[in-house]
Nanobody, 116 residues
């Protein structure tokens, strides 16, 4: 079955950067739509960046210009470069397969990002 494993989270000060990685297995990574969502105790699960149909990237307004999603198909790995982090970015970040818009199919356990 599909497995997604995230890494790269941590604690940073506001204005700092982090790079998250997500390794996929048992999934046709090169042709699949994939993205990232975040969630915490207050916020509902929200898609923030991803590769949608025809390889187009989409971002929510809150992260445009600060976050960049990328992928390495040879390594079955999805990345999220997060720059100029803000305290409101604090959340668990999960990568997921996308099945139309921000509908999530499979997702990983997530990695915690804390911005202070």
């Amino acid at each position: 079955h599909v497995q997604l494993v995230e890494s790269g989270g941590g604690s940073v000060q506001a204005g700092g950067s982090l790079r998250l990685s997500c390794v996929a297995s048992d999934y046709t990574f090169s042709s699949g739509c994939m993205g990232w969502f975040h969630q915490d105790l207050v916020k509902a699960r929200e898609g923030i960046a991803g590769f949608h149909s025809q390889g187009r990237t989409r971002y929510t307004e809150a992260v445009k210009g600060r976050f960049t999603v990328s992928r390495d198909n040879a390594k079955n790995t999805l990345y999220l470069q997060m720059n100029n982090l803000k305290t409101e970015d604090t959340a668990v970040y999960c990568c997921a397969t996308l099945s139309g818009g921000w509908s999530f199919g499979y997702w990983g356990q997530g990695t915690q990002v804390t911005v202070s």
